[in-house]
T-cell receptor
C-alpha cells in the first residue's frame, strides 16, 4: 500500500540552526511523484516542491534543499539557517497512480525560536 | 495567474444545522478539484474529488456531500451537521490530467466549529 511516514511529530530549533525534516515513503509504482507543502499558522497549504521518481538530483532553492534517495525511499527537506518565519507544519506527499490522489504524511510541526 | 477562493473563512454552526461551503477557482479551465478536512492538530483527510462537472468521487462515508455545478466551482454540503464535522476545510485544485502527478494548490480554508 502507498504510505508516507513523517516520524518527527514536532521539532524545535533556535534561529539560524539548520534543520532536516524526514520523509519516508512506500510505493509499488515505478513512476511516482513526491511533494512538500508548508502550512503556516494561517492554515493555507503552500506548495514547495514536486519531484518525480526518475530525478534523483538534489534541489536547492535559497535556504531550502531537498534530498531524494530512492535506495532508502526517502525525500528529506533541509532548511538552512532557519528563521522564525519558517515556523509551520510541513507535509510530505506521494502520488498514487491507481487512485489518482495524493497520499499525505501526518506532518511535522517546526518551531523556530528567536 | 490562478487563484482559489473559499468562503466563508470561519463558521460556527449548531448541531443539526445545514452546511454549504463554496470554493471557486480562477485562471484555469477543467481543473481537478478536491475537498480536504483537517481536524485540530491532525493531518489531511481527503473527502471528495472531482475531475469534471457533475463527477464526484467520495472518499469517506459520512454525512457530507459535494457538488460541482460549474467547471470551476466546488461546493461542500451537509443537511445536518454533527459535532465531529468540526475542523478546517481546505479546497484544492490541480491541472487537468493525472491528478496525483500534478501539484495541488490550496485555498485559504474554512474553519468550521459545530456546537
Amino acid at each position: 500500500a502507498q504510505k508516507v511516514t513523517q516520524a518527527q511529530t514536532e521539532i524545535s530549533v533556535v534561529e539560524k540552526e539548520d534543520v532536516t525534516l524526514d520523509c519516508v515513503y512506500e510505493t509499488r509504482d515505478t513512476t511516482y511523484y513526491l511533494f512538500w507543502y508548508k502550512q503556516p499558522p494561517s492554515g493555507e497549504l503552500v506548495f514547495l516542491i514536486r519531484r518525480n521518481s526518475f530525478d534523483e538530483q538534489n534541489e536547492i532553492s535559497g535556504r531550502y534543499s531537498w534530498n531524494f534517495q530512492k535506495s532508502t525511499s526517502s525525500f528529506n527537506f533541509t532548511i538552512t539557517a532557519s528563521q522564525v518565519v519558517d515556523s509551520a507544519v510541513y507535509f510530505c506527499a506521494l502520488s498514487d497512480y491507481n487512485t489518482d490522489k495524493l497520499i499525505f504524511g501526518t506532518g511535522t510541526r517546526l518551531q523556530v525560536f528567536p | 495567474s490562478q487563484t482559489i477562493h473559499q468562503w466563508p473563512a470561519t463558521l460556527v454552526q449548531p448541531v443539526g444545522s445545514p452546511l454549504s461551503l463554496e470554493c471557486t477557482v480562477e485562471g484555469t479551465s477543467n481543473p481537478n478539484l478536491y475537498w480536504y478536512r483537517q481536524a485540530a492538530g491532525r493531518g489531511l483527510q481527503l473527502l471528495f474529488y472531482s475531475v469534471g462537472i457533475g463527477q464526484i468521487s467520495s472518499e469517506v462515508p459520512q454525512n457530507l456531500s459535494a457538488s460541482r455545478p460549474q467547471d470551476r466551482q466546488f461546493i461542500l454540503s451537509s443537511k445536518k451537521l454533527l459535532l465531529s464535522d468540526s475542523g478546517f476545510y481546505l479546497c484544492a485544485w490541480s491541472a487537468l490530467g493525472r491528478g496525483s502527478y500534478n501539484e495541488q494548490f490550496f485555498g485559504p480554508g474554512t474553519r468550521l466549529t459545530v456546537l
